[in-house]
Each structure stands twice: as C-alpha cells, then as structure tokens.
C-alpha cells in the first residue's frame, strides 16, 4: 500500500521561509517522478515542481527562483523548499507521483503577517 506522508507546513510570515517533506512508503521511490502540487481557496489545484528519478526539475512560473525540488532516495523523502514566500503561496500543498496519480493528504502552507 503506498503512503505519502507531508509534512512543514506553517503559518509564516511574508518573505519567510519553509521546508515542507513528503515520506513515502510502499513504492520503489527512487524510479518515480514525484512532484508538489497546490490548492488555494476557490483555486484549481496547480503543479507546483516536479523532480525525476534522474534528478532534473521543473517549476511553475510563479515559484522560479524562489522554491527548490529535491529528494533523498535512500531516505525516501520528497523536499520543497520555499523561500521569500508571498500571500498568493498560501495553499494546501500535496506530494504526489504523478505516474500513478497517488497523492498525500496534504499540509497547509499560510502565508500572512
């Protein structure tokens, strides 16, 4: 059975910071695209980032340069990095393997002073 587990998310304030962690079980992990999705209130859900087995990365327009996709396959954990976070960040965030469409059940991520 797989299970994806997030983790990280807070309330910040504007311009902060977050790690958000997904652990995964049940899956060979390290031969799996995984990404980050996003829900805002009233919003379609977006692809956030995404990170193949091999390492290469993709990113929404609006989080270039400011999030940061990574993983540990030994550990089996998924990582987003956000940093200089904005108001219209503010989301439930989802690890997902798109392959399979598994999704967690997501963290939420509040952005406001």
């Known amino acids: 059975q797989v299970q994806l587990v997030e983790s990280g998310g807070d309330l910040v304030q504007p311009g902060g910071s977050l790690r958000l962690s997904c652990a995964a079980s049940?899956?060979?992990?390290?031969?799996?695209?995984m990404a980050w999705y996003r829900q805002a209130p009233g919003k379609q859900r977006e692809l956030v980032a995404k990170?193949?087995?091999?390492?290469?990365?993709d990113y929404a327009d609006s989080v270039k340069g400011r999030f940061t996709i990574s993983r540990d396959n030994a550990k089996k954990v998924l990582y987003l990095q956000m940093n200089s976070l904005k108001p219209e960040d503010t989301a439930v965030y989802y690890c997902?393997?798109?392959?399979?469409?598994?999704w967690g059940q997501g963290t939420q991520v509040t952005v406001s002073s």
């Open positions: 049940g899956i060979i992990f390290a031969i799996r695209t």
């Open positions: 990170i193949t087995n091999a390492g290469r990365t």
């Open positions: 997902v393997i798109p392959t399979y469409n598994y």
